[in-house]
């Protein structure tokens, strides 16, 4: 179920973009029936005005947006619409139908902005500003506090619509609004997310086992901290959320989001069944309060241990490619060396296979043909020493302007006995010779044929497609697998796509990775485009 990246060059803004497809059909009906439950089991925490302080509806909502894309907005409005029309919240027969329409759509459309936003800065060239989960926890803080400031004008101009009068009231109800929607997502979108990946045919979220130590340390921390808050209620200094807190970040901090979304799952149960029902609107207010800050600080914290880990793994990565590299200088210099013994003789028997094969020609059908099979063969392996001589030779620093007709040949050339080997077809679209980019051929060749090879290696006995053209001012080249229906996309360790990524980098270029429902991968790698390569 993933999505084309937000900036992918296919992306633009037409009428159909902002339509649902087939495909979401699905979603958008359980999201229906889970908009009408979760928005039922709110007016169990319902307080002053309008607003509930648990509105796991925000979460649903939320869930949806992140995971098929900002452009399910309208249909997601249209639905939680629907829904309050089925239970009378809007009567059009009242004159101020119009305006409780607004204040029903206005926080899907904030929730969807922020989604769309947050998805920009983490794409592309923009990447390394918000390193995976941290795109997630910024955008689950920001979308409720962002759809809180949009409602401010209409709770300051028509106080009536929620029940409140005052700027005080009318803080307190938005307040209440913020904290209620925060909670929803924090707590019902993560497993929302984690249960719609074990659909997918990509490799859905894994749930981190703890060993019988860590669950341990972790169980007596929690329970100790719960205790402590326990204790000093009892002793008439209420409800304090500071022990809890510093016991859900030091999960977070040790153990990751997971953990420290378990540890908030048993602090929310234990908030929420004090606060249900018939509650004074303050103290619950008070207790959601804490109950926010704890789960802001916990998800924060588990998110931060996780892109640290994420981290030592790509310097790890990264070492274990230096030493890789290391090793390559050495097996080019010996594949160097072995093709220049090899090429000046292979020259020769090529010509000399190009000459029998000219005066055999009059000579009987069988000496014709093994002539003419002699000298196809010594040809392909002196077009396969020159590309090995090209490929392996010293590299020249400075960028030369480079038709991508040539680069595709050189790469397809190189791909396609891996390609044969593995049973794969390999189908290359027609280059445009007036597409042309400033690089290092070499370079761009590793790149395209490092995407190449994750592709062949990864689809088995389907077929690989290759294709460039040109979107606006750049250059698109688009890998496809289709991967055969009993194998899905086998993810390894990256190593070609991390190299593939820093060389495209190095030109101007980006370079995504999109799987759809039906396990089809594309790799769409973008690089500026120059004028006449001449």
């Given at each position: 179920m993933a999505t084309m990246p937000f900036d992918h060059p296919a992306m633009h803004f037409g009428l159909h973009t902002w339509l649902p497809r087939r495909s979401d059909a699905v979603a958008l009906s359980l999201y229906a029936a889970g908009f009408a439950l979760a928005h039922a089991v709110a007016v169990w925490w319902s307080g002053e005005g309008f607003y509930s302080l648990w509105f796991p509806a925000a979460g649903l909502r939320f869930a949806l947006l992140w995971r098929l894309g900002a452009r399910l907005t309208p249909a997601v409005a249209l639905i939680e619409l629907a829904v309050d029309v089925a239970k009378g919240v809007i009567v059009f027969a009242s004159p101020d139908w119009p305006i409780a329409v607004v204040g029903i759509v206005r926080p899907v459309l904030a929730y969807g902005l922020v989604v769309a936003a947050i998805r920009r800065l983490a794409s592309g060239r923009r990447a390394e500003l918000l390193v995976a989960p941290m795109p997630f926890g910024l955008a689950a803080v920001a979308a409720p506090h962002f759809a809180a400031l949009v409602a401010l004008p209409q709770a300051m101009l028509r106080p009536d619509m929620t029940g409140v009068a005052g700027?005080?009231?009318?803080?307190?109800s938005l307040t209440a609004f913020t904290v209620g929607?925060?909670?929803?997502?924090?707590?019902?979108?993560?497993?929302?997310l984690w249960a719609a990946g074990l659909g997918a045919r990509r490799a859905a979220p894994q749930w981190p086992r703890m060993r019988t130590a860590a669950l341990v340390e972790a169980v007596l921390t929690l329970g100790g901290a719960i205790g402590i808050v326990a204790a000093l209620d009892l002793l008439g200094l209420g409800w304090q959320p500071m022990p809890v807190l510093l016991a859900v970040a030091w999960i977070g901090l040790r153990f990751g989001r997971h953990a420290a979304w378990a540890a908030l799952l048993v602090v929310v149960v234990l908030t929420l069944s004090r606060t249900a029902g018939a509650v004074a609107t303050p103290q619950r207010l008070n207790l959601h309060l804490g109950l926010s800050m704890i789960a802001v600080v916990g998800y924060l914290a588990g998110s931060f241990a996780d892109s640290q880990r994420r981290a030592r793994t790509d310097v790890a990565r990264r070492d274990r490619l230096l030493f890789q590299a290391e090793r390559l200088k050495t097996l080019r210099a010996m594949s160097v060396a072995v093709i220049h013994e090899i090429s000046q003789p292979l020259s020769t028997l090529a010509i000399e296979a190009r000459h029998l094969n000219a005066i055999a020609r009059d000579a009987g059908p069988e000496i014709a043909a093994s002539a003419e099979l002699i000298d196809r063969k010594a040809d392909t392996l002196s077009a396969l020493v020159r590309r090995l001589r090209r490929f392996g030779g010293r590299v020249v620093d400075e960028?030369?302007?480079?038709?991508?007709?040539?680069l595709m040949d050189s790469v397809v050339g190189l791909a396609a006995p891996e390609a044969k080997a593995a049973h794969v077809r390999l189908n290359v679209a027609p280059v445009d010779p007036d597409l042309a980019v400033l690089g290092q051929e070499v370079e761009l060749a590793q790149a395209v044929m490092n995407l190449l090879r994750n592709a062949i290696q990864a689809c088995g006995d389907a077929t690989v497609d290759l294709s460039v053209d040109a979107v606006g001012d750049r250059a698109r080249v688009t890998i496809t697998n289709r991967c055969s229906p009993s194998r899905a996309p086998q993810p390894g360790m990256g190593v070609g796509t991390l190299v593939a990524r820093a060389i495209v980098a190095a030109h101007g270029g980006s370079l995504d990775r999109d799987i759809d429902?039906?396990?089809t991968v594309r790799a769409i790698l973008t690089l500026p485009l120059i004028g006449d390569p001449a």
């Open positions: 700027a005080q009231s009318i803080v307190l929607d925060l909670l929803g997502v924090l707590i019902v979108a993560p497993p929302v960028p030369t302007p480079l038709p991508l007709v040539a429902t039906r396990g």
